[in-house]
């Protein structure tokens, strides 16, 4: 990230506004953020142990398979 803390935020905003024909909110705050080194978003350990991956509480049947034997 050290080519991050080189780049000049005004020349990029130009850039990337002449580029698009529109001025675009929130696109200087959010070079700045980078700039500063706030580009990924903090997680708690709270908050990934509550993102438990696989299916929700409650979403899973009863077992409806039933065996069969097949000659």
């Known amino acids: 990230m050290k080519t991050l803390k080189r780049v000049n935020i005004d020349k990029v905003v ?8 529109q001025a675009l909110p929130g ?5 700045t953020q980078a700039k500063g080194g706030n580009f990924a978003r903090v ?17 899973s ?3 409806t398979k ?4 097949i000659r």
Request: aromatic share 0%.
């Open 14 to 21: 130009r850039a990337i506004e002449e580029d698009a024909d």
């Open 27 to 31: 696109l200087r705050e959010s070079l």
């Open 66 to 69: 039933e065996a069969v034997n």
């Open 43 to 59: 997680h708690t350990p709270e908050q990934i142990v509550a993102r438990r991956r696989g299916r929700p509480r409650g979403s």
């Open 61 to 63: 049947h009863e077992v």
